[in-house]
């Protein structure tokens, strides 16, 4: 048949004639064939080629739960008005400079092969921004999952890879105040309510106009407002000494103004520090008193939306990305102790990136989006399990196979996850093998005999009791041990 | 706030130094500070940002429905006992290295930015190839559906793209003869019927053993097996003579052999057709003799899974990719005239690729595997719709708006698909706007009144006429008039 012939001897010659040649420099390599050199060269290559994964990016498997979270997801996106968008997993290259700050440095590109200079995307939202602004888009909800890249260093004891799904979830349009934004905390407390997170999450709010605000009456100077915020959004992983250090030895501010800086990111809250804060000099502030009064709004749409318990004024909120124009949120799990994830989900208000991307003014198009970082939820979910079958099915003799098939084509009209051997005779310890081997609960088994009897043995592999079930019984009698909705889908 | 500031005067100045500079030649240039021209060369990048996508590479907007076959083919494939693995879209080069013959320069490398040297994959083939190496697993029923990636000419006309999805499910292990095989014939007759195929299918199945022993009998030199095998896949697009003029003219084969060839290739049916052509001269070639044998318990398996009426053993398949070894088939459609859209569905059995991957032949892993190109069944199938919304809601009254939030919330718990206008107050005609721009079929509106009643009106925007409906009578009306399931899924 056709397969390439495996290394034959003129190929090993080749490459002894080469390593000879090498020693003896170039003269020699000459004469050998540029052909037979090339083949060594493949050879070599792919002899010395490593079987491993690229760096930081993993294999998933199995990868079921994970696509069922994801489905959940999803499915929750679009039942709150939002549409799939798909994008390419490369953009141009000139897309994606200058928006990311230092970390462009972490976009991996392509080799310009002839063509336009491509990079990976690096997150969703400029590709939703570029998609907008291309097909000038003013109104729109949509949702997007797919996976993003990243040439940071990987750590998987932190969950940090270089590749890794995003999920994101954008209103683009103009609103009621705050509605929208008001919504995407609403839908963020119902996903990580019906993933079952199995820790008690809150999310932080906090709004970028009120930092600035916060920022003037403290007296720091415009153009530290960008350093002093970043520095700030480490308040979550260093201790307030270490960021103070930060602002006033290396930033140049002033330590009495970092001071009074501690005096507000020290403080969070509910609606009535809204109350307090609008009362006192922030609530002079233009700024502060506009950002305050937006704060105000969007606790009366999450009261309404029966969530302002979840969510938590926190001054010390800052979200490191330039764009945020409004309210910025992340959500964090309270008492997790075993693993490390930080914030699980993050979002917030960029009205200006759009037009910015346009180099338009005009066509202004204000969004406020959601991303959940569904790595560490699978992270603290265990999504070992999932797609694992519902039974095994096999039977000894040829002339039932065709049986056999016609039961299991039954079962997986109603939705169970059969697995079969592909054998013709299975013998019953090969079966109960199997369910061993892939924790499969119940095995389902005949032979002439059982056939002729219009029954099937049914065992149990958690209890090994065999019972005998009518064939035409055996479908409900399944579903009802696995406890299945009437279409057959798990009930999760 | 923190968004960026636009080109101030410096970097206009600079820009109109630079180009002054760029008169002068480079004297002036150096007087130019490096980061003013960094600034101004990122401003120009920026500014000159053609927003398009990579070419041959699409936004897909509304993904929805195109997700919604995506799933079911997924749900498809578990059924028949595989689950779910999601590799990186990278891989390193080596890996990719001579798998794909010519087609490897169509291989999307990366730059090397001090890493691995990476490429974006070819297939979701080779990725699982090397997966199975790597973790040295020999049995195991996988399926895959992701992005994949070539560098070939784009042309939307005949689909083809440089990104595009690939869907496909493996049998990896010893089973008994044919019974993978015949499965995955099953599995694409199943996915070909659920996915309402407007057209009627068939699915060509061969050999590549049948198509050794016909070489040989014919007369075909053994270093031109491979080469006269690429000229016979064109059959499907090209007629005889041409393929023949390239048989001879350009390969060199003898012209009575050709014809010889052709008497073969011309013939196509059922299992009677393997029974004749095992008492011919076929049958006595070694080669010829296993296909055939194989070909007979394909038909047997098949038949017991009642799929042989779709299949058509048809000797003039051949299938490019060197890497066969036994079956291989290829799902047309028949009577389609609107679209060219080639084959839908395409696979076979390759024994040798995990062991050539790993340079092991003792590491054996026999492999029978199917491909869906959806892309080809989106491009027939109407991807317009799905996801639309079944209903959008509005009310007139900031008191009522929690109560407007809460009858989402119901309405969205049953599985309805809620859009809501995010504006306190939202005029009934402005609602039925929305509807029609966005084809929404139901229309919820109230104000004070309806809810001191405990009532909505609910409008069917295609017959125009509004119904009083008791609050909580909505739902259920709802999914009784969408025809939904009762866990508010479509009914597909």
């Known amino acids: 048949n056709f397969v390439t012939p495996r ?34 060269h493949n050879r070599t290559c792919s002899e010395m080629a490593p079987l491993k994964n690229p760096k930081g990016m993993r294999d998933i498997w199995p990868a079921c739960h994970r696509e069922t979270i994801i489905q959940t997801i999803g499915r929750i996106f679009r039942s709150h008005g939002a549409r799939s968008l798909d994008t390419p997993v490369c953009e141009l290259t000139e897309t994606l400079t200058n928006k990311y700050g230092e970390d462009s440095k972490l976009i991996y590109d392509l080799k310009d092969q002839g063509g336009e200079a491509l990079s990976l995307r690096y997150d969703l939202t400029v590709p939703f921004a570029r998609f907008l602004a291309q097909n000038k888009i003013q109104a729109i909800t949509r949702y997007q999952i797919g996976k993003v890249y990243r040439r940071d260093n990987p750590s998987i004891k932190k969950g940090r890879f270089r590749e890794f799904y995003q999920c994101d979830i954008d209103f683009a349009g103009k609103f009621d105040n705050m509605m929208a934004d008001a919504k995407c905390l609403k839908i963020l407390c119902e996903i990580l309510r019906k993933v079952q997170l199995p820790y008690k999450f809150s999310i932080k709010v906090n709004h970028r106009t009120v930092l600035s605000g916060m920022f003037r009456v403290c007296g720091v100077p415009p153009q530290l407002f960008k350093p002093i915020c970043s520095s700030i959004d480490k308040l ?34 509910d609606s009535t520090l809204i109350d307090q804060l609008l009362e006192e000099e922030l609530g002079q502030d233009e700024d502060g008193k506009r950002g305050l009064d937006d704060m105000k709004a969007l606790y009366k749409h999450t009261d309404l939306l029966e969530v302002s318990n979840d969510i938590k004024f926190d001054l010390s909120l800052a979200r490191g990305l330039d764009y945020y124009t409004g309210l910025i949120f992340e959500a964090v799990v309270e008492d997790n102790v075993e693993v490390e ?98 924790s499969i609960p119940y095995a389902v088994f ?22 005998k079930i009518p064939i035409d019984q055996l479908a409900d009698k399944l579903i009802s041990l696995l406890n299945l909705n009437q279409d057959g889908s798990a009930k999760i």
């Not at 290394?7 to 420099?25: G, I, K, Q, W, Y």
């Open 236 to 269: 979550d992983k260093m201790p307030w000494e270490e960021v103070k250090q930060e602002m006033c030895k290396v930033k140049g501010l002033d330590e009495q103004v970092a001071d009074k800086i501690y005096s507000y990111v020290s403080r969070s809250g």
């Open 341 to 438: 994830v930080g914030s699980i989900a993050a979002g917030g208000r960029y009205d200006n990136l759009v037009s910015d991307l346009m180099d338009n003014q005009n066509f202004r198009v204000p969004i406020v989006g959601l991303s959940v970082g569904i790595e560490r939820l699978f992270a603290i979910l265990d999504t070992s399990k999932g797609g694992d079958f519902h039974c095994v099915i096999g039977s000894i003799g040829e002339d039932v196979l065709g049986e056999r098939y016609k039961i299991a084509e039954t079962l997986r009209q109603r939705g169970v996850l059969v697995k079969d051997v592909l054998k013709v005779n299975v013998k019953p310890l090969v079966l109960y093998q199997t369910c061993e081997d892939e």
């Open 7 to 40: 290394p034959c001897v003129d190929e090993r010659m080749a490459e002894r004639l080469a390593s000879t040649a090498r020693l003896f420099n170039s003269s020699l390599v000459r004469s050998v064939s540029h052909s037979i050199l090339l083949r060594i």
């Open 446 to 467: 005949f032979g002439r005999k059982e056939m002729n009897d219009s029954v099937v043995c049914l065992r149990d592999m958690s209890s090994r009791k065999d019972e």
